[in-house]
Each structure stands twice: as structure tokens, then as C-alpha cells.
């Protein structure tokens, strides 16, 4: 079994079209996406309505990918949106798939 | 004002608030929020669409010209209250100001069910002008915050398409071409599903709307004393300038309710996710308290009686 990174992304609703653009320009292959609630910095976000929404998205990759898409996000999305990014290692059974 | 309280829609929408406030665990999946707003939205389009199968379109167009006059003047006068008295930053005036610019339907669909219970007859093309107003505050707000507070690029394409296919917008427009498509007697094997349970459905539609605004209340502490204040003025100023408009392109008392209350009314679907994109450094906190937490209950319970009232009296 191979190692990769999984990259977890929390944020807004409205950034999904977005963000999943950017996730596979930056060289990732596939993606998931959940719709997630919760609390943080931005209050409670309880998912009760459009505007209110979260998502969570995974990403599987290697290193270089995840190191592109976590800093794309934070120079572009950390100041204004609420958003979390966080990493840990898998292992996979098929690794060309990543 | 008793009178109007005693609306299934306004009751149901302070059975949600209380349910809110009091913490009772109703809560309506997600899926069922998302149908119901599709279903609202299709229903007041093929509504309008059907009613505008009977009116001539040469009357449309210089009501069409006022109500979008209202959408571009209001975000204008309400960006340097916002700035000046309110001391807000450039982006959250902007995007605030836009938001009272443009419209709400489910405002248009209360209005409209308040005047069918009086009995009181407006003119076929309302819907039209619902449409109209969406868009051009939105693009006033973003204007204005542009020309005030250059910043980094916003990807136009994707806004344009935020604004233009977001799903209010385009059920609006959908359900009106398809009913003016239809007309009175094509629409009659749907009329089952998209007319008659109408009301019943936006009646449930506020109640979940109340249990939305609670949670909203919780971030009037945060935001402060004069978004309360802009979020019962600023409608009733703009439902003044609707009045005018409305008297102004000679419309009737009903037509002139719905008019003021268009202007009154602020967007709570269409106009923050447009703003999002395009102003990101704005606050959401403010313009969907201010929208959602103030100014669509102050309409609902007090604006268009209200509205009515003002109505009345040029004629």
C-alpha cells in the first residue's frame, strides 16, 4: 500500500464551484464532496438555509498537489471566507488513481 | 393590524419565530427547504406568466422602466446613509445597499396573498416587475463598491453567471415564459399541483422562515442598534419612492401596494450569493441580519398593511 495525503477542506456553500475548479487545475484527480454543519470562528452555521450552508470536501493526492491547493487557498480564501484546511496521511490501494 | 395578523402565512411565521426562540427541536430537513423554495419560485412565475397571457404588453413597458428606476436609485441613496450615519466600511455599504435595492418573492407572494384576502385587484404584469428588480441593485452595489474600494479581481464570468442563472432568477423567468407560453386554459392540467395548494405551501414555507429568522436574532447583539433602525426605515422610505413610482406610471391601489412593497423589500436569496463573489470582504453577518433578521419580518408583520395604507391615501 501506498502513502498520500488526504486534504480536508471546511468551508462555505458558495465557494464549492469555485474551489472545485481550482482543486482539479491544481492538479488533483478527484474529489468529495459533503454538506457539512457546524460551529467556528463565523458563528454556527446549522445548514438551516441557502446562505447558510457548509461543505466539506476531501481531497486524495500527493504531497506536491495538497501543498499547491493549501496555499492557493490561503492566499486566496483565508482572509474573507470561512475556511478550514487540514491534512492527514492515508494509505491507498490503488495508487494511480491518485 | 389585527386584521393582517390574522393571516395564515403571518400566524405561521410567528409560529416559527416563537418555535425558534423558545428552542423547540422542529427542524425542517434541508431537502424539503430546497423544494419548497424551488415550488414557491416556479408557482409565482407561471402565476405571473398565466396572468400576463391576458394583459396587453404594451402596458408592461413604462411600469417596467419605473421598477427598474427604483432598483438603481434605492441601492444609491442607501450606500451613503450606510456609509455617513452607520459608519459602516465601503464593501459592507455597498453590499448591504444592494441588497435593499433588490427584491424578495416570498415578500411578493405575502403581498400578493394579502391583497387576494381584501379582495383588492392589481395589474397582470406584477411578476414582471418582481423579475426586473432582482438585478439591477446588485449590480448597482457591486458598482458602487468597485469605484470605491478598488481591490483584486473578481472573475465577472462567474459572477454574471451567479446572477443571471442563480436558481431565483431563473425559475422566476422560467415559470413565466412557460405559463405565458400556456395561458389560462393550457395551465389547467397543472393547475392542481402549482396553484392550489399555493398558499398552503408558502404558509409552511414561513414557518420555516420563521425558525430561519430566529437564529438570525441571536447576531442583531453583534451587529447593533442601527442596522435595526435602517432595517425598519429604509423600507418604508423605499416603499414611499414605490408609491411615487407607482403613482408616477399610473398603476392601481393594489398595483401600487405591490410596488412599494417590491421597493421595500430586500433580497435575502439572490443578492448574497452574488455578493459573496463579488464582495467577499463584506460581512454576511450585517446584510443577512439586516435583510433576513429585521427588515423581511418588519414587511411581513407591519410593511404591507402599512404599505396599503399609504396606498390609499394618494387615491
Given at each position: 500500500m501506498e502513502r498520500r495525503k488526504k486534504l480536508t477542506i471546511v468551508t462555505e456553500a458558495a465557494l464549492e464551484t469555485t474551489l472545485v475548479e481550482d482543486i482539479e487545475r491544481l492538479g488533483a484527480k478527484g474529489h468529495t464532496v459533503f454538506e457539512v454543519g457546524g460551529k467556528g470562528a463565523h458563528g454556527a452555521?446549522?445548514?438551516?438555509?441557502d446562505q447558510n450552508r457548509n461543505i466539506q470536501i476531501d481531497v486524495i493526492c500527493d504531497d506536491k498537489v495538497a501543498e499547491r491547493i493549501t496555499e492557493h487557498c490561503a492566499a486566496?480564501?483565508?482572509?474573507?471566507y470561512a475556511m478550514i484546511i487540514y491534512l492527514s496521511d492515508v494509505e491507498v490501494l490503488r495508487p494511480e488513481k491518485f | 393590524m389585527i386584521e393582517n395578523l390574522l393571516d395564515p402565512t403571518v400566524l405561521f411565521f410567528l409560529v416559527g419565530i416563537i418555535a425558534g426562540i423558545s428552542r423547540t427541536d422542529i427542524r425542517l430537513p434541508e431537502a424539503i427547504y430546497e423544494m419548497l423554495s424551488i415550488y414557491l419560485l416556479l408557482a409565482i412565475g407561471l402565476k405571473g406568466g398565466v396572468q400576463l397571457a391576458t394583459a396587453?404588453?404594451?402596458?408592461?413597458l413604462v411600469p417596467s422602466v419605473g421598477a427598474i428606476g427604483l432598483g438603481l436609485i434605492i441601492p444609491a441613496i442607501a450606500y451613503p446613509i450606510l456609509r455617513r450615519l452607520g459608519k459602516f466600511s465601503r464593501a459592507d455599504a455597498a453590499a448591504i445597499a444592494a441588497h435593499y435595492g433588490s427584491v424578495s418573492a416570498v415578500t411578493y407572494a405575502v403581498v400578493l396573498t394579502f391583497l387576494d384576502r381584501l379582495g383588492i385587484s392589481y395589474e397582470e404584469y406584477t411578476t414582471v416587475l418582481l423579475v426586473l428588480m432582482e438585478i439591477p441593485a446588485i449590480a448597482v452595489g457591486i458598482l458602487i463598491a468597485r469605484v470605491k474600494a478598488a481591490r483584486g479581481p473578481v472573475s465577472y464570468s462567474k459572477l454574471a453567471h451567479e446572477v443571471f442563472f442563480g436558481k431565483s432568477i431563473y425559475l422566476l423567468v422560467a415559470g413565466l415564459l412557460v405559463g405565458y407560453a400556456l395561458g389560462p386554459v393550457g395551465i389547467a392540467p397543472v393547475k392542481l399541483v402549482f396553484f392550489d395548494p399555493f398558499k398552503g405551501a408558502l404558509a409552511f414555507f414561513l414557518l420555516e422562515m420563521g425558525l430561519v429568522v430566529s437564529n438570525r436574532l441571536v447576531d442583531l447583539k453583534r451587529t447593533g442598534l442601527f442596522l435595526v433602525f435602517f432595517g425598519m426605515a429604509m423600507p418604508v422610505f423605499s416603499a414611499t419612492l414605490g408609491i411615487l413610482a407607482a403613482w408616477g406610471v399610473g398603476l392601481s391601489v393594489g398595483g401600487t401596494t405591490v410596488l412599494a412593497t417590491l421597493a421595500a423589500s430586500a433580497s435575502y436569496i439572490a443578492a448574497p450569493a452574488a455578493m459573496r463573489i463579488a464582495?467577499?470582504?463584506?460581512?454576511p453577518t450585517l446584510y443577512l441580519t439586516a435583510a433576513l433578521g429585521v427588515t423581511f419580518p418588519f414587511n411581513v408583520v407591519v410593511g404591507i398593511p402599512l404599505y396599503y395604507w399609504m396606498a390609499t391615501l394618494i387615491y
Amino acid at each position: 500500500m501506498e502513502r498520500r495525503k488526504k486534504l480536508t477542506i471546511v468551508t462555505e456553500a458558495a465557494l464549492e464551484t469555485t474551489l472545485v475548479e481550482d482543486i482539479e487545475r491544481l492538479g488533483a484527480k478527484g474529489h468529495t464532496v459533503f454538506e457539512v454543519g457546524g460551529k467556528g470562528a463565523h458563528g454556527a452555521r446549522k445548514g438551516d438555509w441557502d446562505q447558510n450552508r457548509n461543505i466539506q470536501i476531501d481531497v486524495i493526492c500527493d504531497d506536491k498537489v495538497a501543498e499547491r491547493i493549501t496555499e492557493h487557498c490561503a492566499a486566496n480564501y483565508y482572509q474573507h471566507y470561512a475556511m478550514i484546511i487540514y491534512l492527514s496521511d492515508v494509505e491507498v490501494l490503488r495508487p494511480e488513481k491518485f | 393590524m389585527i386584521e393582517n395578523l390574522l393571516d395564515p402565512t403571518v400566524l405561521f411565521f410567528l409560529v416559527g419565530i416563537i418555535a425558534g426562540i423558545s428552542r423547540t427541536d422542529i427542524r425542517l430537513p434541508e431537502a424539503i427547504y430546497e423544494m419548497l423554495s424551488i415550488y414557491l419560485l416556479l408557482a409565482i412565475g407561471l402565476k405571473g406568466g398565466v396572468q400576463l397571457a391576458t394583459a396587453n404588453l404594451s402596458t408592461v413597458l413604462v411600469p417596467s422602466v419605473g421598477a427598474i428606476g427604483l432598483g438603481l436609485i434605492i441601492p444609491a441613496i442607501a450606500y451613503p446613509i450606510l456609509r455617513r450615519l452607520g459608519k459602516f466600511s465601503r464593501a459592507d455599504a455597498a453590499a448591504i445597499a444592494a441588497h435593499y435595492g433588490s427584491v424578495s418573492a416570498v415578500t411578493y407572494a405575502v403581498v400578493l396573498t394579502f391583497l387576494d384576502r381584501l379582495g383588492i385587484s392589481y395589474e397582470e404584469y406584477t411578476t414582471v416587475l418582481l423579475v426586473l428588480m432582482e438585478i439591477p441593485a446588485i449590480a448597482v452595489g457591486i458598482l458602487i463598491a468597485r469605484v470605491k474600494a478598488a481591490r483584486g479581481p473578481v472573475s465577472y464570468s462567474k459572477l454574471a453567471h451567479e446572477v443571471f442563472f442563480g436558481k431565483s432568477i431563473y425559475l422566476l423567468v422560467a415559470g413565466l415564459l412557460v405559463g405565458y407560453a400556456l395561458g389560462p386554459v393550457g395551465i389547467a392540467p397543472v393547475k392542481l399541483v402549482f396553484f392550489d395548494p399555493f398558499k398552503g405551501a408558502l404558509a409552511f414555507f414561513l414557518l420555516e422562515m420563521g425558525l430561519v429568522v430566529s437564529n438570525r436574532l441571536v447576531d442583531l447583539k453583534r451587529t447593533g442598534l442601527f442596522l435595526v433602525f435602517f432595517g425598519m426605515a429604509m423600507p418604508v422610505f423605499s416603499a414611499t419612492l414605490g408609491i411615487l413610482a407607482a403613482w408616477g406610471v399610473g398603476l392601481s391601489v393594489g398595483g401600487t401596494t405591490v410596488l412599494a412593497t417590491l421597493a421595500a423589500s430586500a433580497s435575502y436569496i439572490a443578492a448574497p450569493a452574488a455578493m459573496r463573489i463579488a464582495l467577499p470582504e463584506a460581512n454576511p453577518t450585517l446584510y443577512l441580519t439586516a435583510a433576513l433578521g429585521v427588515t423581511f419580518p418588519f414587511n411581513v408583520v407591519v410593511g404591507i398593511p402599512l404599505y396599503y395604507w399609504m396606498a390609499t391615501l394618494i387615491y
